[in-house]
């Protein structure tokens, strides 16, 4: 629980400040080094999003930007106080289970009371359903800071939350008085229970069993693994929402049908009842992102495991996707904020580090200089903020539109968002994720000999990081969703859609004479799009394996174009804050926006021209890879 002292609560600004700890040797170096930068993220917010303007929407009419700023400042000082303390303790002292009981480092606990406490876990229900009614951009702005702070400890609520939003949009009034209200409320945390030893991603082969009962109720039996946060010692019940197939029921995905099966049954009053037939067959040990527990678990050992059907029979699929892309958008931006804390650290690192001197001083005797001096080492900070600015921006711009789709003025603007963000999905988790890990590793090597030892955080981060490009769908299966399903569906619509938005950008763009020169490069790049989808896509018509062998490399080249167009949007911005005058001003506003441009224009110059390579392997649908054989090997 939060001590009473530093009690937070989200109808006030929050008054804590944290004051930093003294620089030493190792970790506590860069403790006064934010995990995030406190600039950058206003920038989104109010100057790239507009955030403000959803005050004028009857749903957020009660909020003031005073209540926004509450929210987030009270989510910083519990990341900083409460998440950021067990980083690399939880790391280093991994769950473990004694055969009865899942223990975790007792800080842990601390941190869930603390969100729980705090309300974040409701904030974006109705204020009718115990909720604040917060804008869904400002709950993940405030959930970024305590990402950025703990990725791992972060996820038992950030699950927990998506879990609570599918029962509130599929289950019935019993359902969310028993399981969503104790969730909301933080005594209750919530899982997605889909992948099966041999079926990983091929949901429509998976075997668990869910058996009609006469009183309703399923009994599950199978086993499901990599389930995250599957078992823990956080709350008095874990609440499971379990992918099954009701025997009889059609082949493939058709059959599928989704369950409440809590680790503990509840009474009709609410009380705790008896065990329900949930067994921890094991925990996981991974890479990184240790502190999350990775779990075995079996349904149905014994009688099998009482479950509820949420929604309708062998609706499963479909309903769970609402969880799937929500959480695809959490992962993009847990990707993102890691990469962003990296960055940081290799930027503070750079600015402090003297070593060496520059080529054209040959005086041994002159002082070192600083490292960030080094022209490579710039470049590899320089990489470190385009991807990682670019990839907080397309998160949050994704978050803006699942905000819209719900709460936009007219259907036509709610549908509109809903389109763009189906659409570009598959791009906010893939991107991030893989550039992240670049971002990550570059970081390292700013650090050095530094970089690679567990005295300093980067390595951590790395390895936290290296999740994300593999769960909630490898670059592989949404580069098939990609191109194999998205640039196809509704007649294309969505895609065109995509294409249109850019060009209005490109439009309006160029009457800003700083952005400019970037307008051609995003045109030409679009242009390759659309002439390797047409010429995929006639492929696939006919013979989809082999029109689909390179969809990983189109993502990656979609996802380059994307945030091109992302960083055009960020420099439009800074370009009409930087005043029109022969000298810069010297304050650090002016820095701000200039650093803006410059990535950009990095971006333009360095990482878009990649695309012209992937587009020539696309042009021919290059067969190389798909026509080798497994003897080969």
């Given amino acids: 629980m939060l001590d009473a002292d530093s009690k937070i609560t989200l109808n006030r600004r929050s008054n804590i400040s944290m004051q930093p700890a ?16 406190s600039r950058d993220m206003d920038f989104y917010l109010y100057e790239f999003l507009e955030t403000e303007s959803l005050l004028q929407r009857p749903r957020y009419s009660q909020h003031s930007i005073e209540t926004f700023s509450a929210a987030i400042e009270g989510a910083k000082a519990i990341a900083n106080k409460y998440y950021a303390d067990h980083y690399s303790k939880s790391d280093a002292n991994e769950p ?8 975790l480092v007792p800080e842990t606990q601390k941190a869930w009371d603390a969100v729980a406490d705090f309300g974040l876990m409701a904030a974006h229900h109705d204020d009718s359903e115990g909720g604040l009614q917060l804008p869904e951009i400002i709950c993940k702005v405030a959930g970024a800071y305590i990402q950025a702070a703990n990725l791992a400890s972060s996820g038992y609520y950030f699950v927990t939350a998506s879990a609570g939003n599918l029962i509130r949009a599929f289950g019935s009034e019993q359902h969310k008085r028993l ?6 409320d933080g005594r209750y945390s919530g899982t997605m229970a889909l992948t099966e030893p041999a079926q990983g991603s091929a949901l429509a082969d998976i075997k668990t069993s869910a058996t009609p009962q006469a009183d309703g109720t399923y009994r599950i039996r199978g086993q499901k693994i990599y389930i995250t946060n599957g078992d823990h010692s956080l709350t008095e019940n874990i609440i499971h929402l379990v992918l099954a197939k009701i025997p ?29 037939d949930v067994a921890l067959a094991g925990l996981l ?19 099998g495991a009482v479950g509820f059907l949420l929604g309708e029979a062998h609706q499963g699929l479909s309903y769970m996707f609402q969880m799937m892309n ?9 990707a993102a904020t890691l990469a962003t804390r990296g960055y940081l650290h290799a930027l503070e ?17 002159s002082p070192q200089v600083n490292i960030i001096e080094h022209a490579d080492v710039r470049r590899m900070l320089l990489a470190q903020k385009a991807y990682s600015e670019g990839s907080m921006a397309l998160c949050l711009y994704a978050t803006s ?4 789709a719900r709460t936009a003025e007219t259907d036509m603007a709610r549908q509109w968002a809903a389109d763009l963000l189906d659409f570009l999905t598959p791009v906010v988790k893939s991107f991030p994720s893989k550039y992240g890990c670049i971002s990550n590793d570059l970081a390292i090597q700013v650090l050095g000999g530094s970089g690679y030892i567990r005295e300093y955080p980067v390595e951590q981060l790395y390895r936290d990081q290296r999740l994300n490009p593999i769960h909630e769908g490898t670059e592989g299966i949404h580069g098939l969703d990609l191109l194999g399903r998205k640039v196809s569906m509704r007649e294309g619509h969505n895609y065109r859609l995509f294409l249109a938005v850019v060009r209005a950008d490109l439009d309006d763009a160029a009457g800003i004479p700083l952005v400019v020169d970037f307008i051609a490069p995003i045109q030409a790049a679009l242009e390759r799009i659309e002439r390797v989808t047409d010429k995929l896509l006639l492929v696939i018509a006919t013979d989809p394996d082999r029109g689909l062998a390179n969809a990983t490399v189109y993502l990656d080249m979609f996802g380059q174009v994307v945030m091109a167009w992302i960083w055009l949007k960020q420099a439009m911005i800074a370009a009409q804050r930087i005043p029109p005058q022969a000298e810069p001003r010297v304050d650090s506003d002016d820095d701000f926006y200039r650093g803006k441009l410059h990535a950009a224009r990095y971006f333009m110059q360095w990482e878009l021209p990649q695309t012209i390579q992937k587009a020539a392997l696309l042009d021919v649908n290059d067969s190389t890879c798909f026509n080798m054989k497994h003897g080969y090997f």
């Fill in 22 to 37: 003294p620089k030493t040797i190792g970790h506590r170096r860069f403790m006064n080094n934010p995990y995030l930068n």
């Fill in 96 to 103: 473990t289970f004694d055969g009865k009981v899942v223990h």
């Fill in 179 to 184: 399981f969503l209200h104790p969730m909301m």
């Fill in 248 to 276: 009889g029921a059609p082949l493939g995905v058709r059959g599928i049908s989704l369950f409440i099966v809590p680790k503990v049954m509840v009474n009709a009053d609410g009380t705790p009842g008896a065990r329900n």
């Fill in 285 to 303: 040990h991974k890479m990184g992102n240790r502190n999350a527990t990775s779990t075995v678990l079996n349904f149905g050992e014994n009688e």
């Fill in 326 to 334: 929500e959480l695809r958008v959490g992962v993009g931006l847990g």
């Fill in 349 to 365: 690192f750079a600015r402090e580090r003297p070593q060496g001197r520059l080529p054209s001083n040959k005086d041994p005797l």
């Fill in 401 to 404: 539109l699942v905000e819209d």
